[in-house]
């Protein structure tokens, strides 16, 4: 290469030990790439990075990068020190979205790198902290070039500012003998529902989807998620005691009242003198443990379904909020089902929309206004397993009692005609 | 004009993927009729549907950021040893799926060979998952990137074994916005200093109102100075956030040497035995130390190492901390205890102990 290499004897340190090393690799791109371009792209990336490793400072500043018709999936950087470093003076990132689950044959990865190393900067991580292929280094003339190359065969942009984002999905029922249900056909249902509201920020700020297909919530949807959709079962856990025996056989009876039977939150199991897990099922919490333990003595139960919570999200503005409970259990088999599901969304987003004041997540408004209100105003009804415990100040003005606990009653009934009927 | 921009192409919006077209066929098969699943070696997993079909998992450490050179060397392995068919944890972890146990040695030692490390399954410290940092974000106050690499290099036996009491997700951030999420362990940014003010730009650059609104303390409000409007900041108030910065650059919050890192434990996603956790400060003031970060990787070595020696099997950090207490957390860990670690922030109460449950 003609061009004066950048020193980088700071990153040069991040080259040594035995995980596999991020420099070495931009410094592939630098040495050994064909394209005399992307060399130069790798060498003055190295020269930024390098320079804000020695004063301890970051040089990217946004700015406005878009697609044709798209408000949002770019990342628009470019450097406050291009001067120094012209030729990655643009470096924008493309947020692609993936599959559920993150699946990929070879080929298609193959097939993505091509078209990554003709308009960028050949560096790609799988995956950003939302959940979306990061494409990262592109000039602003190329950005709409590789989006048009990689659109043609069938990748989209994910979301970026205040808008719905990209979604999660963990591995699930494609692997997972946990999974209590098809997160590949809730992710796409859900996000692709709102395929507009991810390409066009309109809303007061980010919003995610994340689904797991256990209460081991993989994806972390409750903490890191705006709408979480996590699987779970309401019949008997099944047990096949034939593998608990083995089990203990193998393990021993000590290592089963202690790291089962004692480990369970509720209290919900005993251990029988002939070696038989019992389970008080009305008592279990679904919380997973015993099954992970046992993965091949115990498993889901067969009526399976997902449970809704809202809200979760990380530090700014109010501090950290986890997802609440506002749909306990809802079956997902049908159309119909399905369909509900993407309604129950809808009227979350629409309700924040209306409510929610700049930059607040839903979650934060639900902070703000009350859960009550936020439940009258999506249409759902108050549910017990919404709180940990009931209320425990006595400020609060109660004189629509009779009719509230009316209501109760006449939903209870209700439900009990419909499981009679169904 | 040329005939592209006058006909401009319009996106085909056809968001996410499905995901069947890549999944291995065994998977596709055996969809939602899984069985159950063995471990039988760190990075190995055995699932068998109830069709008695089954799946092998090998799962590989990898630098996150690929470089197409990499991309292609792992495609090649997985066209190679592997069928073809490749998935990414949301810890950036390869895992290659094969029908046949026969491919699992080779597959094992093709990645060793090619560099990539296995691993990270069950209770393992798998990869820890991180942000973008100085390489790419607008507001980063580290390199994420460099911290992992450099904490990967000496955790990598943890992450090759199955020696934890339960799994261990370490995450790193760089910002207080915490884009790392929640870990066992968190390695987050913590700004120390107030942010510096650049008035001649602030007018120019930011929407006033907007930042005055982002502040979580009330702590900034419009103000002239030397005749130009800008913003100021209650240094009094400020609690160091940095949510400022972003929608307002010239409030420089980054600092090459008030910027610190901070500790954190016991963030927990999963609802098994409890219900999920968020992560409580233990350390701050570490140096935000380029290249290595090596006082970091010391804190976080000498937390492992009494959770290891301490936990029972299957607790995760917080579980062990629940039955341990947190006096004897720092006792073992030998961290001091400050009175930084009281929390003052909205629900500050409901972590204080109104009990006698004392250990002694």
């Known amino acids: 290469m003609a061009k004066k290499i950048h020193e980088t004897p700071m990153l040069d340190e991040l080259e040594k030990g035995p995980w ?403 | 004009m040329t005939q592209a921009q006058a006909t401009p192409r319009m996106p085909i919006e056809s968001g996410c993927p499905d995901g069947f077209q890549y999944m291995h066929p065994v998977m596709r098969r055996n969809f939602g009729q899984w069985k159950y699943h063995e471990h039988p070696r760190p990075g190995v997993l055995r699932h068998v549907a109830y069709s008695g079909e089954e799946i092998w998992t090998v799962k590989a450490g990898t630098q996150r950021i690929l470089d197409v050179f990499t991309i292609r060397k792992l495609c090649e392995i997985g066209d190679k040893y592997a069928d073809g068919y490749v998935r990414f944890t949301i810890r950036s972890n390869i895992e290659f799926m094969v029908a046949d146990k026969n491919k699992v040695e080779p597959l094992i030692n093709a990645l060793e060979e090619a560099g990539f490390v296995v691993g990270g399954t069950a209770n393992s410290v798998t990869m820890i998952s991180h942000t973008q940092g100085w390489l790419h974000c607008d507001i980063p106050g580290t390199d994420a990137s460099g911290v992992v690499k450099a904490m990967m290099d000496e955790l990598i036996d943890e992450f090759r074994n199955c020696r934890m009491p339960n799994r261990v997700h370490i995450t790193t951030s760089c910002c207080q916005i915490n884009c790392g999420g929640q870990g066992d362990i968190a390695i987050n940014v913590q700004h120390t200093k107030p942010p510096r003010i650049n008035h001649d730009q602030v007018a120019n650059v930011c929407e006033r109102p907007a930042v005055v609104a982002r502040c979580p303390v009330a702590a900034i409000r419009p103000a002239l100075v030397d005749g130009k409007p800008s913003l100021e900041v209650d240094e009094k108030k400020c609690i160091c956030c940095g949510a400022c910065y972003p929608p307002c650059p010239p409030m420089q919050i980054n600092d090459p040497e008030h910027t610190k890192l901070a500790i954190w434990v016991g963030g927990n996603h999963s609802n098994a035995r409890g219900r999920p956790t968020f992560h409580k400060l233990v350390a701050a003031g570490i140096p935000n130390n380029p290249p290595r970060w090596p006082e970091a990787t010391a804190i976080v070595k000498r937390i492992l190492r009494a959770y290891q020696q301490d936990a029972r099997d299957w607790e995760r950090i917080n579980d062990w901390i629940e039955r341990i207490g947190w006096p004897r957390f720092f006792e073992l860990t030998g961290l001091p205890f400050t009175k930084y670690h009281i929390d003052n922030w909205r629900g500050a109460r409901n972590s204080l102990n109104a009990s006698t449950h004392i250990r002694f």
């Not at chain 1, 709180?387 to 209501?407: I, M, N």
Request: glycine share 10%; with cysteine; net charge negative.
């Open chain 1, 20 to 422: 596999p090393s991020f420099i070495s690799g931009i410094k592939r791109l630098r040495d050994q790439h064909p394209d005399e371009r992307i060399r130069g792209v790798a060498n003055d990336l190295l020269g930024q990075l390098e320079h804000s490793y020695e004063t301890r400072k970051g040089y990217w500043k946004g700015g406005t990068v878009s697609v044709y018709g798209y408000g949002s999936g770019v990342i628009p950087r470019f450097s406050e020190v291009g001067d120094a470093f012209p030729e990655s003076r643009e470096f924008h990132t493309l947020r692609v979205q993936p599959p559920a689950g993150n699946f990929y044959t070879t080929d298609m990865l193959r097939q993505l790198a091509d078209s990554w190393e003709k308009w960028g900067s050949g560096l790609i991580t799988f995956h950003g902290q939302t959940g979306n292929i990061m494409f990262i280094g592109a000039s602003t003339d190329a950005t709409q070039h590789f989006f048009d190359e990689i659109n043609e065969y069938g990748w989209d942009l994910g979301g970026a500012g205040p808008c719905v984002r990209t979604g999660m999905s963990c591995v699930g029922a494609a692997r997972c003998e946990m999974s209590c249900c098809n997160e590949q056909r809730i992710h796409r249902t859900l996000l692709n529902r709102f395929t507009d509201d991810v390409h066009r920020p309109s809303l007061p700020y980010k919003f995610k989807f994340k689904i797991s297909g256990c209460p081991n919530d993989c994806v972390n949807s409750i903490e890191r998620s705006d709408f979480a959709i996590i699987g779970i079962w309401r019949d008997n856990m099944k047990i096949d005691q034939d593998a608990v025996k083995e089990f203990i056989e193998k393990k021993g009876r000590q290592y089963v009242i202690d790291n089962v039977i004692t480990r369970c939150p509720t209290n919900c199991m005993t251990l029988t003198d002939d070696d038989r897990i019992i389970v008080k099922d009305e008592d279990c919490v679904r919380c997973m443990h015993c099954l992970n333990v046992m993965p091949k003595a115990l498993h889901p139960g067969d009526d399976k379904g997902v449970s809704v919570l809202i809200g979760g999200k990380r530090t700014l503005k109010i501090g950290d909020l986890m997802g609440t409970v506002i749909v306990p259990f809802m079956k997902l088999e049908t159309e119909e089902d399905y369909q509900k599901l993407v309604e129950l969304a809808e009227n979350a987003i629409d309700f924040w929309a209306e409510n929610g004041l700049e930059h607040e997540r839903i979650g934060e408004m639900i902070e703000r206004i009350g859960l009550v209100n936020f439940l009258e105003g999506i249409g759902v009804e108050p549910d017990p397993n919404m709180v940990l415990h009931p209320r425990q100040t006595s400020y609060v003005r109660t004189d629509g009692w009779d009719e509230e606990a009316e209501k109760w009653f006449r939903r209870k009934l209700e439900e009990k005609k419909q499981a009679a009927a169904g």
